[in-house]
Nanobody, 114 residues
Framework: QLRLVESGGGLVQAGGSLTLACAAV????????MSWYRQAPGKERTLVAQ???????NYADSVQGRFNASRYKYKNILLLQMDSLKPEDTATYYC????????WGQGTQVTVVP
């Protein structure tokens, strides 16, 4: 059974950095797409970064230039390096993949204080 396990959230001051990690377990093949989404209280879940095993990466405009996603594709591990964090980056961050069905991680909280 495929599962996504996230780690690395926390509380940080504005301007600081955090790195999130997502590991796909229970899978013995290379995943195609692995992505990060986030959801702030009272708001919809939105795409942060989308990666493909061919190497392409798409970022939301709001994080372009500040966040960097990287993929250890042969191990199905996805990282998200977040720099120059802003209070508006505060949200629960979710890892996502698709293999027939949609799979979501449990979420990891990122809180950025002024």
């Amino acid at each position: 059974q495929l599962r996504l396990v996230e780690s690395g959230g926390g509380l940080v001051q504005a301007g600081g950095s955090l790195t999130l990690a997502c590991a796909a377990v229970g899978v013995n093949f290379q995943l195609g797409v692995m992505s990060w989404y986030r959801q702030a209280p009272g708001k919809e879940r939105t795409l942060v970064a989308q990666t493909f095993n061919e190497g392409d990466i798409n970022y939301a405009d709001s994080v372009q230039g500040r966040f960097n996603a990287s993929r250890y594709k042969y191990k199905n591990i996805l990282l998200l390096q977040m720099d120059s964090l802003k209070p508006e980056d505060t949200a629960t961050y979710y890892c996502y993949t698709q293999r027939g069905n949609d799979y979501w991680g449990q979420g990891t909280q990122v809180t950025v204080v002024p």
